[in-house]
């Protein structure tokens, strides 16, 4: 069982389109980041959300850290291809804030 | 600057042969993370070294795994007698600190194969 639920696993669309990410859980976190991994590189560090509520916007990327701090969504308006990528949500907690990740979603974006 | 950086890229071992990966973080980061990336696991935790401090070694999946860290910069991630189950990507992170900082900067990772 995944500590951190995100959603959904794959997903495939079109130029101009928007979509949600979501990442859930029953723990909380004093952190959340978002990362984006290319194939064969490291995660990129997108956005990290540390208030209850907060709302980050990274030009048409738009991110939420729910008011409990266990939940977060990645908001993409008008996606590109150049957006294809693996999107991961990592919840920090504990000593270090050691990052927990969510399984990942595999956006591909058809232009 | 200079980021993460790992080596090797890739290592192909033998079942039984012990192998090292090593990190060198990002200048003047006091923390330093390895984890690992996996088809069915996902990416999870090993361990995390925080500047002099005991190593918080509670991701480790068995005791063939270790981590050094030698003047408070470079890392050694050791794994001995590979097993294939060992194949994976291993990532290793650094941060400014462990506790005040949040944000974790990935090196591009190490892919070991153990046939």
């Known amino acids: 069982t995944q500590l951190l639920e995100q959603s959904p696993q794959f997903l495939s669309i079109q130029e101009g389109e928007n979509l949600t990410v979501y990442c859930n859980s029953s723990?909380?976190?004093?952190?959340l980041q978002w990362y984006r991994q290319e194939p064969g590189e490291g995660p990129v560090l997108l956005v990290t959300v540390v208030t209850g509520g907060e709302v980050k916007k990274l030009k048409r990327l738009t991110f939420q850290f729910g008011d409990a701090r266990k939940d977060s969504s990645l908001h993409i308006t008008a996606a590109q291809p150049g957006d294809t990528g693996l999107y991961l949500c990592?919840?920090?907690?504990?000593?270090?804030?050691?990052?927990?990740f969510g399984a990942g979603t595999i956006l591909r974006v058809k232009s | 600057g200079a980021g993460v950086s790992q080596s090797p890229s890739n290592k192909v071992t033998e079942k039984g042969k012990d192998v090292e990966l090593r990190c060198d973080p990002i200048?003047?980061?006091?923390?330093l993370y390895w984890y690992r990336q996996s088809l069915g696991q996902g990416l999870e935790f090993l361990i995390y070294?925080?500047?002099?401090?005991?190593?918080?070694k509670s991701g480790l999946p068995s005791d063939r795994f270790s981590a050094e860290r030698t003047g408070g910069s470079v890392s050694t991630l050791t794994i001995q007698r590979t097993q294939q189950e060992d194949s994976a990507v291993y990532l290793c992170?650094?941060?400014?600190?462990?506790?005040?900082?949040?944000?974790?900067?990935f090196g591009p990772g190490t892919r070991l194969t153990v046939t």
């Open positions: 200048s003047g980061h006091t923390a």
């Open positions: 070294f925080q500047g002099n401090s005991a190593p918080d």
């Open positions: 992170a650094s941060s400014p600190d462990g506790g005040g900082s949040y944000e974790q900067y």
């Open positions: 723990s909380v976190f004093s952190s």
């Open positions: 990592a919840g920090a907690r504990g000593y270090g804030n050691k990052l927990v």
